[in-house]
Protein backbone atom coordinates (compact mmCIF):
# COMPACT_ATOMS: atom_id res chain seq x y z
CA UNK A 1 0.00 0.00 0.00
CA UNK A 2 1.06 3.56 -0.36
CA UNK A 3 2.16 5.63 2.51
CA UNK A 4 -0.75 7.62 3.51
CA UNK A 5 0.90 11.22 2.45
CA UNK A 6 0.83 9.65 -0.70
CA UNK A 7 -2.62 8.85 -0.75
CA UNK A 8 -3.74 11.89 0.96
CA UNK A 9 -1.84 13.47 -2.53
CA UNK A 10 -4.00 11.31 -4.76
CA UNK A 11 -7.26 12.05 -3.28
CA UNK A 12 -6.74 15.85 -2.93
CA UNK A 13 -5.56 15.69 -6.92
CA UNK A 14 -8.56 13.56 -7.59
CA UNK A 15 -11.03 15.88 -5.61
CA UNK A 16 -9.78 18.83 -7.53
CA UNK A 17 -9.83 17.47 -11.24
CA UNK A 18 -13.31 16.05 -10.09
CA UNK A 19 -14.42 19.84 -8.91
CA UNK A 20 -12.78 21.30 -12.31
CA UNK A 21 -14.48 18.68 -14.24
CA UNK A 22 -18.08 19.19 -12.12
CA UNK A 23 -17.66 23.19 -13.74
CA UNK A 24 -17.59 21.75 -16.89
CA UNK A 25 -20.35 20.18 -16.61
CA UNK A 26 -22.51 22.89 -15.19
CA UNK A 27 -22.11 24.86 -18.75
CA UNK A 28 -25.56 26.31 -19.54
CA UNK A 29 -25.17 25.37 -23.15
CA UNK A 30 -24.44 21.39 -21.83
CA UNK A 31 -27.31 21.55 -19.14
CA UNK A 32 -29.79 23.03 -21.92
CA UNK A 33 -28.90 20.27 -24.33
CA UNK A 34 -28.96 17.19 -22.47
CA UNK A 35 -32.61 19.16 -20.71
CA UNK A 36 -33.98 18.88 -24.13
CA UNK A 37 -32.74 15.35 -24.88
CA UNK A 38 -34.06 14.05 -21.99
CA UNK A 39 -37.32 15.63 -22.49
CA UNK A 40 -37.37 14.17 -25.99
CA UNK A 41 -36.31 10.59 -24.40
CA UNK A 42 -39.18 11.13 -22.23
CA UNK A 43 -37.06 10.92 -18.90
CA UNK A 44 -35.91 7.48 -19.83
CA UNK A 45 -33.82 5.39 -17.39
CA UNK A 46 -31.52 2.49 -18.17
CA UNK A 47 -30.26 -0.60 -15.65
CA UNK A 48 -26.85 -0.91 -14.96
CA UNK A 49 -27.11 -4.44 -16.15
CA UNK A 50 -28.21 -3.17 -19.51
CA UNK A 51 -25.02 -0.94 -19.47
CA UNK A 52 -22.75 -3.75 -18.37
CA UNK A 53 -24.03 -5.32 -22.01
CA UNK A 54 -22.49 -2.86 -24.05
CA UNK A 55 -18.88 -3.06 -23.84
CA UNK A 56 -17.60 -4.37 -27.80
CA UNK A 57 -15.68 -2.44 -30.03
CA UNK A 58 -19.23 -2.52 -31.86
CA UNK A 59 -21.53 -1.46 -28.93
CA UNK A 60 -19.56 0.99 -26.08
CA UNK A 61 -21.70 2.09 -23.66
CA UNK A 62 -20.66 4.49 -20.67
CA UNK A 63 -22.11 5.98 -17.61
CA UNK A 64 -20.58 9.60 -17.22
CA UNK A 65 -22.31 11.17 -13.72
CA UNK A 66 -24.79 9.32 -13.62
CA UNK A 67 -25.84 9.44 -17.42
CA UNK A 68 -25.58 6.83 -19.91
CA UNK A 69 -24.14 7.65 -23.20
CA UNK A 70 -23.16 5.60 -25.97
CA UNK A 71 -20.44 6.85 -27.78
CA UNK A 72 -20.14 3.87 -30.20
CA UNK A 73 -20.21 6.32 -33.23
CA UNK A 74 -18.09 8.64 -31.57
CA UNK A 75 -15.47 5.97 -30.44
CA UNK A 76 -14.11 6.20 -34.30
CA UNK A 77 -12.93 9.72 -34.33
CA UNK A 78 -11.70 9.95 -30.45
CA UNK A 79 -8.03 11.18 -30.28
CA UNK A 80 -7.63 8.42 -27.93
CA UNK A 81 -8.84 5.86 -30.06
CA UNK A 82 -11.33 3.21 -29.72
CA UNK A 83 -9.34 1.25 -27.08
CA UNK A 84 -9.57 3.79 -24.62
CA UNK A 85 -13.10 4.12 -24.88
CA UNK A 86 -13.75 0.26 -24.65
CA UNK A 87 -11.97 0.15 -22.04
CA UNK A 88 -13.93 2.60 -19.64
CA UNK A 89 -16.99 1.32 -21.36
CA UNK A 90 -20.08 -1.13 -19.85
CA UNK A 91 -20.17 0.62 -16.54
CA UNK A 92 -19.34 3.85 -14.55
CA UNK A 93 -16.68 5.68 -16.54
CA UNK A 94 -16.04 8.70 -14.47
CA UNK A 95 -13.58 8.36 -12.57
CA UNK A 96 -11.37 7.37 -15.53
CA UNK A 97 -13.37 10.20 -17.77
CA UNK A 98 -12.24 13.05 -15.16
CA UNK A 99 -8.29 11.34 -15.23
CA UNK A 100 -8.34 12.38 -19.02
CA UNK A 101 -8.80 16.04 -17.93
CA UNK A 102 -11.55 16.45 -20.88
CA UNK A 103 -12.13 19.72 -22.57
CA UNK A 104 -15.22 22.17 -22.36
CA UNK A 105 -15.71 20.98 -26.24
CA UNK A 106 -15.26 17.43 -25.14
CA UNK A 107 -18.27 17.71 -22.60
CA UNK A 108 -20.65 19.73 -24.87
CA UNK A 109 -20.22 16.77 -27.67
CA UNK A 110 -21.48 14.14 -24.60
CA UNK A 111 -25.40 15.36 -25.07
CA UNK A 112 -25.12 14.37 -28.81
CA UNK A 113 -24.52 10.65 -27.21
CA UNK A 114 -26.76 11.15 -24.05
CA UNK A 115 -29.28 7.68 -24.40
CA UNK A 116 -31.01 8.11 -20.50
CA UNK A 117 -30.08 7.95 -16.59
CA UNK A 118 -28.84 5.15 -14.61
CA UNK A 119 -32.18 3.23 -13.31
CA UNK A 120 -32.25 3.57 -9.51
CA UNK A 121 -31.47 0.24 -7.35
CA UNK A 122 -34.44 -2.31 -7.10
CA UNK A 123 -34.53 -1.31 -3.88
CA UNK A 124 -35.09 1.97 -4.58
CA UNK A 125 -32.16 3.58 -3.28
CA UNK A 126 -29.73 5.25 -6.03
CA UNK A 127 -26.83 3.88 -8.04
CA UNK A 128 -23.33 4.76 -6.57
CA UNK A 129 -22.07 7.39 -9.09
CA UNK A 130 -21.06 9.86 -6.89
CA UNK A 131 -22.17 12.98 -5.64
CA UNK A 132 -21.08 14.79 -9.16
CA UNK A 133 -23.78 12.35 -10.83
CA UNK A 134 -26.72 13.89 -8.37
CA UNK A 135 -25.33 17.53 -8.84
CA UNK A 136 -25.48 17.39 -12.73
CA UNK A 137 -28.80 15.49 -12.67
CA UNK A 138 -30.30 17.82 -10.11
CA UNK A 139 -28.55 20.60 -12.22
CA UNK A 140 -30.50 19.54 -15.69
CA UNK A 141 -33.50 18.94 -14.12
CA UNK A 142 -33.07 22.78 -13.01
CA UNK A 143 -32.27 23.65 -16.24
CA UNK A 144 -35.45 22.21 -17.54
CA UNK A 145 -37.64 23.49 -14.95
CA UNK A 146 -35.96 27.38 -16.25
CA UNK A 147 -36.51 26.63 -20.12
CA UNK A 148 -40.73 25.04 -19.09
CA UNK A 149 -40.94 28.59 -16.84
CA UNK A 150 -39.45 30.88 -19.66
CA UNK A 151 -42.06 28.85 -22.05
CA UNK A 152 -44.54 29.65 -19.71
CA UNK A 153 -43.71 33.29 -19.13
CA UNK A 154 -43.52 33.96 -22.74
CA UNK A 155 -46.80 32.28 -23.49
CA UNK A 156 -47.97 34.70 -20.76
CA UNK A 157 -46.35 37.63 -22.13
CA UNK A 158 -47.92 36.73 -26.04
CA UNK A 159 -51.38 36.26 -24.43
CA UNK A 160 -50.96 39.14 -22.79
CA UNK A 161 -50.10 40.90 -25.78
CA UNK A 162 -52.89 39.54 -28.01
CA UNK A 163 -55.53 40.67 -25.42
CA UNK A 164 -54.37 44.41 -25.15
CA UNK A 165 -54.49 44.37 -28.58
CA UNK A 166 -57.79 42.78 -28.88
CA UNK A 167 -58.91 45.50 -26.51
CA UNK A 168 -57.20 48.37 -28.73
CA UNK A 169 -59.17 46.85 -31.32
CA UNK A 170 -62.20 47.05 -29.99
CA UNK A 171 -61.76 50.52 -28.50
CA UNK A 172 -60.69 51.49 -31.99
CA UNK A 173 -63.52 50.21 -33.22
CA UNK A 174 -65.97 51.42 -31.07
CA UNK A 175 -64.70 55.25 -31.70
CA UNK A 176 -65.15 54.51 -35.19
CA UNK A 177 -69.11 53.67 -34.69
CA UNK A 178 -69.32 56.93 -32.25
CA UNK A 179 -67.51 58.69 -35.05
CA UNK A 180 -69.97 57.56 -38.15
CA UNK A 181 -73.27 58.01 -35.53
CA UNK A 182 -71.91 61.66 -34.98
CA UNK A 183 -71.51 62.32 -38.66
CA UNK A 184 -74.91 60.63 -39.82
CA UNK A 185 -76.45 63.15 -36.98
CA UNK A 186 -74.88 65.89 -37.99
CA UNK A 187 -75.81 65.11 -41.80
CA UNK A 188 -79.58 64.31 -40.76
CA UNK A 189 -79.39 67.16 -38.87
CA UNK A 190 -78.19 69.89 -41.76
CA UNK A 191 -81.07 67.60 -44.09
CA UNK A 192 -83.72 68.82 -41.81
CA UNK A 193 -82.83 72.08 -41.57
CA UNK A 194 -82.36 72.73 -45.45
CA UNK A 195 -85.63 70.75 -45.69
CA UNK A 196 -87.19 73.46 -43.52
CA UNK A 197 -85.36 76.42 -45.33
CA UNK A 198 -86.96 75.28 -48.36
CA UNK A 199 -90.26 74.76 -46.89
CA UNK A 200 -90.20 78.36 -45.30
CA UNK A 201 -88.90 79.87 -48.70
CA UNK A 202 -92.01 78.17 -50.66
CA UNK A 203 -94.35 80.01 -47.98
Not at 85 to 90: A, D, F, V
Not at 138 to 167: G, I, V, W
Not at 173 to 199: I, S, V
Amino acid sequence: LPPPEAREHREEREARMSESMNKLFQNPSFLKAMAKKRAELKNRTIPMSEVEKHKALTDMWMVVRGCVFDLTQYAGVHPGGRLTILRNCGGDGTKPFDEENHSQEAVLKLSKYYIGDVEKEATGGPMSIGRQGSAVARAMEKAKEEEEKKAKEAHARAEEERRKAAELHQQQELARQRHEAEALARQQQQQREEAARQEQARQ
